[in-house]
C-alpha cells in the first residue's frame, strides 16, 4: 500500500455506489418482468437479435448515429463524450495491461496511471498519445455542450431541457470530469519536467527520468512543459498543488457517479438492457410494466423531442412534451396536466434517438390515473343495432365522419359507382370505435364498445370493412382481432377500385397537397394509398414536412387538456404550411383532420372521397 | 377645404352619415360593393320585433339619400384606406381624396357549409334564416318539393358563441330573428309543430322579451334548451336531427320537414385589409376595435377615420343608423375644428 494516496478515496466511493446501485435497479426490474417477457429475453440469447443489439449499442449507445442525423455538431458532442470517454477507459486498461504485463495492480493505479506512472512514450507502445487525442476530442465536446447552453438553435435545437437540481449536479460534475483530468495529468507532467521523477515498474530496478523530459504528449505533455517554464518553482515544488488537481479530479468523478443513478446520465447504462429487451421483442403495453422502468430510465433529456412538438411550437404549451413527460413519471411526480396534454401524434417518437415508446407510455400512464368504470355506464348499448344494407363488405363511418355528412355523400357515390354491395354499419348512428375511450385511458369502458362493435361485424358476416376514419381504423386493426374481416382505410379501399379498374375518373391538371393524418401515417403506416389516388387525379404538391415528418392538425382526439385555442393556433400552423405549396386546394384522409384544418385555412379542405366522388 | 368625406359601405349606417353629413354641409361620397345600396336590409322581408317591412326603412332612407348631395358610387370596392384617413385606393387602383373616411362596411352572414354536421348545402330542406327572409318575400316557406312544412326546427346560435368555427361573439340579433320568423312560419302555416333549440335567448331590445313570450303562448313555439349536434337526412327527405334538452338532461331525436339555421355574423371580410392601416384595430373576432367602447365607439386612433354599424360589432338595424348620426356629429366637429 505505499502507493495509496487518499485522494483516490472518491472515485472509489462513487464507483461502488453506482455499481451496486445500478445492479440492484436492473436485478429489480428484471424480476419485475413477467414470465412471457423473461421467455423472450431468454430465448433471444444467443441469436441474430443479440448480435443485433451489440451493433445497435456501438451505434447509438456509443456512436450516437441518429443523433448525427438531426445535427452533425450535436452529434459530435455525444460521440465525443460517449465514444471518446468509453475510448480513453479502454485504452487506459490496455496500457496498464502491456505496462505491468498482465501483472494485477490496484484499480487505482490502473484509473490515476498518469499520476502513479509516469509514462513517456520512447519506452512504451505511444498510449499517451492516443490518450491526450482522446482527451482532446472530449474537451471539444465539453466545449461544444457549454456553447449549446448558449447558442443551442446553430446545433439543430431550438429549444433545449429546462434540468433539474440533479442534473444539474451531475452535469456540472461531468463537465469538470476532463479539464481536472487535464489539469492534474498537466502538473505530474510539469513536476517531471522541472524535477525529474522515476518510472514505476514491477521489478526492483526503478527507472529514473532526468528534468527536462516530462511526461504524457501533445497535450499534457506540452501543457506541463509550459507549466514548468510559467509557474514559479516553489508552486511546483509543493507536492499538494499536484494533489489538489488529482482531489478535483478524483470528486468529480465521485460526484457524477453517485448522482448518475438519479439523474438524466441514468440513460447511459440503461440504454443496453433496453437495447437487449426490445430486440427480443419486449414492448410497451395499455397497462405499465417493469419494462416500461427500461424505457423511462433510458432518456436522456436530450431535448430533441421538444422541437418538433407542435404543442410548443404551435400553441406554446411548456413543459408537457416527452422529456418532461418522461421525467415526472420517473420520479412519481406526474400529473394529469401533464399526461393529458399530448396530442399523440407521434412526431416525438420519431424524432427520439433512443426509440423510446412516447405514446404507449403516455396511453399506459393515463390508463392508471383513468377513473374506474362503472358497470351500468354503457348498458345501452346492448342490441343497439341501426345497420342497413347488406353485402360482404362492410363500411364503417364513425363519429366523425357522421360529423362530416359530405365524406359519407361521397362514398356512397364511389360504392354505387363501383357497383358494390354495402352494409352501412352506423349511417343511422351507432356505437363507438372505442379508441378516444382508450387514448384517455379508459380501457375498460373502451373493450365494452370494440366486443359490441365486433360482435355486430361477425353477426353480420362481412368480410371486408371499410372506415374513411384513421381513428376507427387503427383501433380496428390493434384491437378487434378481426381474424378474417379483412379492414381497409378508404383511402387503400379507392386505391384498390381504382387499381380493377372498378372506378373510371376524369383526371385534370388542379393542383392537391396531402395533409398526412397523424393516425394514418404514423400510427398506421399508410402513405402511398392517399397519393395514388390523388395521382389519379391532378398534381400533388408535398407540403415541406410530409409522410412521417407530417404536421399534426391539433384537433386530435388524444388530448383532453388542451383549449380551443391551442388547437386553433396548431390547426393555423398546418393550414399555413399547406397553402405554402401554392396548390388549388388541401386534401385529407380523416374526418378530424379536415375539420382542424378547415377551421383556419385560406383554402378548401377536401377529403379523399370527395375529391374522388367529383371526378367520377 | 373640399369637405368631401368618403364613406365605405352603403347599408343604413352608411347611408345615414351620409344623410346627416350632407345636413351638417359636407360632402359625402358612399363607396358601395354591391350594384345598388341598401346592404343587407335589401334582403330582409319584415324587421324584428314590429314586423315592419324593411322596404318601409330601406325606401324612407333611399329617398333621403338622394335627396341630397352625395356622390355614391355602386360596386366599387376600397382596397387601401390611407394612413391617417385623408383618402383611399380603389379596387380599380384610383385613388380617391379626403378631409375624413367613415367605415361602415358592415358585417357577412356566416356561411352556414362551414357547420357541416348541420348539412347545409348537403341535404334539402336544411336552411338558414337569411333564406327564410327570402322565401317570404317570395311567397311563404316551402319545402324542397314546394310543400308547406309540418314540423319546423329553428337551431340558435350557427356561427355565433362556437369556438370550433373561431366566432366565439354572440351575434345579438339572430335570437330574435328566430323568434320573429318561427311565429311567420306559424301564422303562415297554423298547424305547423315549430322547435327552437336554443343555448340562451338573448332578448335585449326593447319589445323583444314580449315577442319571445308571445311565441310560447300565443303561438306555441316549442323552445328547448340545448344544440342540436348533428342532423341526417331521412328516406323522404326529411331531416333527422339529434339534440340534448339540456334542462331536462336527456338526448333526444326527431324527424322534421325542416331545419332552419339562424346564422349569425361574422366580421366582413374587408376588416383584414384595413387592418393593414396602423391606425385601424381589430378586435381577436375580426370586427374593428373603435376607440374606446364608452365615449369613443365610432372613432379611431385616427382623428380622421371614424366607424358606423356593425364593422365594429353586431348591431340591429336602429343602433346602426344611430352610429351613423354620431359619426356624421364627430365628422364635423373633427373638421371644423380643422378649419378655424
Known amino acids: ?616 | 377645404m373640399t369637405g368631401r368625406v368618403i364613406i365605405i359601405g352603403g347599408g343604413v349606417a352608411g347611408m345615414q352619415t351620409a344623410i346627416t353629413l350632407d345636413e351638417l354641409g359636407f360632402k359625402p361620397v358612399i363607396i358601395e360593393k354591391e350594384a345598388s345600396l341598401g346592404g343587407k336590409l335589401c334582403r330582409w322581408d319584415r324587421l324584428f320585433p314590429t314586423m315592419t317591412p324593411a322596404q318601409e326603412v330601406l325606401g324612407d332612407l333611399l329617398k333621403r339619400v338622394e335627396k341630397t348631395a352625395s356622390e355614391v358610387r355602386t360596386s366599387t370596392t376600397v382596397s387601401e384606406i390611407e394612413e391617417q384617413g385623408r383618402g383611399v385606393t380603389l379596387s380599380d387602383g384610383s385613388r380617391l381624396d379626403a378631409e375624413a373616411v367613415v367605415v361602415a362596411s358592415g358585417f357577412d352572414i356566416f356561411p352556414a357549409e362551414r357547420k357541416e354536421e348541420y348539412g347545409y348545402g348537403l341535404y334539402d330542406n336544411v336552411y338558414t334564416t337569411v333564406d327564410v327572409e327570402r322565401m317570404f318575400r317570395e311567397g311563404g316557406v316551402r319545402m324542397a318539393d314546394g310543400r308547406e312544412p309540418k314540423t319546423v326546427a329553428f337551431l340558435h346560435c350557427v356561427g355565433s358563441r362556437d369556438e370550433k368555427v373561431n366566432q366565439r361573439h354572440c351575434s345579438r340579433v339572430c335570437c330574435i330573428t328566430g323568434v320573429k320568423q318561427a311565429i311567420e312560419v306559424k301564422q303562415q302555416i297554423p298547424g305547423a309543430e315549430i322547435f327552437s333549440f336554443y343555448m340562451d335567448m338573448r332578448m335585449f331590445g326593447p319589445g323583444y322579451e314580449e315577442l319571445y313570450r308571445q311565441a310560447q303562448q300565443q303561438y306555441n313555439i316549442h323552445f328547448v334548451r340545448g344544440r342540436i349536434s348533428e342532423a341526417s337526412p331521412t328516406i323522404d327527405h326529411r331531416i333527422h336531427i339529434k339534440a340534448e334538452d339540456t334542462l331536462i338532461g336527456r338526448p333526444l331525436r326527431m324527424s322534421v320537414d325542416m331545419l332552419i339555421l339562424a346564422v349569425g355574423m361574422q366580421a366582413g371580410s374587408s376588416n383584414v385589409a384595413f387592418g393593414r392601416n396602423n391606425n385601424i384595430d381589430l378586435y381577436p373576432s375580426g370586427f374593428l376595435r373603435p376607440l374606446n367602447q364608452f365615449s369613443g365607439n365610432v372613432r379611431s386612433s385616427s382623428p380622421r377615420l371614424f366607424y358606423a354599424g356593425t364593422v365594429t360589432a353586431p348591431k340591429n338595424i336602429g343602433e346602426s343608423i344611430n352610429e351613423g348620426i354620431a359619426a356624421a356629429y364627430q365628422v364635423a366637429q373633427t373638421l371644423n375644428a380643422a378649419k378655424s
Not at chain 1, 375539420?595 to 377529403?607: Q, W
Request: some cysteine; overall charge positive.
Open chain 1, 1 to 616: 500500500m505505499e502507493h495509496f494516496r487518499l485522494f483516490v478515496l472518491p472515485f472509489y466511493a462513487g464507483a461502488f455506489f453506482l455499481l451496486i446501485t445500478l445492479l440492484c435497479k436492473y436485478i429489480y426490474w428484471f424480476i419485475g418482468l413477467s414470465r412471457e417477457q423473461k421467455r423472450l429475453f431468454w430465448r433471444s440469447l444467443p441469436t441474430r437479435a443479440t448480435w443485433k443489439s451489440v451493433v445497435e449499442i456501438f451505434n447509438e449507445s456509443l456512436l450516437h448515429r441518429k443523433i448525427w442525423r438531426t445535427n452533425p455538431l450535436l452529434g459530435y458532442m455525444h460521440t465525443s463524450f460517449a465514444l471518446g470517454w468509453f475510448l480513453l477507459i479502454s485504452v487506459g486498461w490496455l496500457e496498464t495491461f502491456v505496462y505491468f504485463k498482465g501483472e494485477s495492480v490496484p484499480l487505482y493505479v490502473d484509473i490515476f496511471f498518469s499520476y502513479y506512472v509516469h509514462p513517456i512514450f520512447e519506452r512504451n507502445f505511444n498510449f499517451s498519445l492516443i490518450k491526450d487525442a482522446l482527451l482532446l476530442l472530449i474537451l471539444v465536446g465539453v466545449v461544444l455542450a457549454l456553447f449549446k447552453r448558449l447558442y443551442s438553435r446553430i446545433m439543430g435545437m431550438k429549444r433545449t431541457t429546462k434540468h433539474m437540481l440533479g442534473d444539474r449536479v451531475a452535469l456540472t460534475a461531468l463537465w469538470l470530469i476532463f479539464p481536472a483530468r487535464l489539469l492534474a495529468e498537466s502538473l505530474t507532467s510539469a513536476e517531471v519536467w522541472r524535477f525529474g521523477g522515476y518510472v514505476w515498474t514491477l521489478s526492483e530496478n526503478t527507472q529514473l527520468i532526468p528534468p527536462g523530459i516530462g511526461c504524457g504528449s501533445f497535450l499534457t505533455g506540452s501543457l506541463g512543459q509550459w507549466l514548468a517554464d510559467f509557474l514559479p518553482a516553489r508552486i511546483i515544488e509543493a507536492q499538494h498543488v499536484e494533489l489538489t488537481a488529482w482531489w478535483i479530479y478524483s470528486i468529480a468523478l465521485g460526484v457524477f457517479f453517485v448522482a448518475l443513478p438519479f439523474s438524466r446520465y441514468m440513460h447511459i447504462f440503461t440504454e443496453i438492457p433496453l437495447i437487449f429487451l426490445r430486440n427480443a421483442g419486449l414492448r410497451a403495453a395499455e397497462k405499465e410494466s417493469s419494462f416500461d422502468h427500461f424505457q423511462v430510465d433510458a432518456c436522456s433529456r436530450c431535448g430533441i423531442c421538444i422541437d418538433p412538438c407542435q404543442l410548443q411550437s404551435g400553441a406554446g404549451i411548456q413543459g408537457v412534451q416527452s422529456v418532461y413527460f418522461l421525467r415526472d413519471r420517473r420520479y412519481g411526480r406526474l400529473t394529469d396536466a401533464v399526461a393529458d396534454n399530448c396530442l399523440m401524434c407521434g412526431r416525438c417518437q420519431q424524432a427520439c434517438p433512443v426509440g423510446i415508446e412516447q405514446n404507449t407510455l403516455r396511453l399506459n400512464s393515463r390508463v392508471k390515473r383513468a377513473y374506474p368504470d362503472s358497470p351500468n355506464r354503457y348498458a345501452y348499448i346492448q342490441g343497439k343495432d341501426l345497420s342497413t344494407g347488406e353485402g360482404k363488405v362492410g363500411y364503417f363511418a364513425g363519429c366523425m365522419t357522421l360529423l362530416t355528412p359530405k365524406i359519407l355523400r361521397a362514398m356512397e357515390q364511389i360504392f354505387t359507382a363501383a357497383g358494390e354491395e354495402v352494409w352501412w354499419a352506423d349511417k343511422n348512428g351507432g356505437v363507438c370505435c372505442g379508441r378516444p375511450l382508450k387514448l384517455s385511458g379508459e380501457v375498460d369502458a373502451a373493450r365494452k364498445m370494440m366486443d359490441f362493435n365486433k360482435n355486430l361485424f361477425r353477426q353480420h358476416g362481412i368480410t371486408t370493412l371499410v372506415t374513411s376514419c384513421p381513428i376507427c381504423l387503427k383501433v380496428f386493426k390493434e384491437d378487434y382481432a378481426l381474424e378474417g374481416i379483412e379492414v381497409l382505410h378508404h383511402s387503400e379501399y379507392l386505391q384498390r377500385l381504382l387499381a380493377e379498374g372498378r372506378l373510371k375518373l376524369r383526371s385534370g391538371s388542379e393542383t392537391f397537397t396531402y395533409h398526412d393524418p397523424c393516425e394514418l401515417g404514423r400510427g398506421s403506416g399508410i402513405y402511398e394509398a392517399p397519393r395514388e389516388v390523388i395521382a389519379a387525379l391532378g398534381v400533388l404538391k408535398e407540403p415541406a414536412e410530409t409522410r412521417e415528418h407530417a404536421l399534426c392538425c391539433g384537433s386530435s382526439l388524444a388530448n383532453t387538456a388542451i383549449d380551443d385555442e391551442g388547437q386553433r393556433r396548431i390547426g393555423e400552423q398546418v393550414a399555413m404550411a399547406l397553402a405554402a405549396t401554392g396548390a388549388d386546394s388541401i386534401v385529407t384522409a380523416c374526418p378530424l383532420c379536415k375539420k382542424g384544418i378547415a377551421r383556419e385555412a385560406t383554402l378548401p379542405v377536401y377529403d379523399l372521397a370527395e375529391i374522388v366522388a367529383r371526378a367520377l
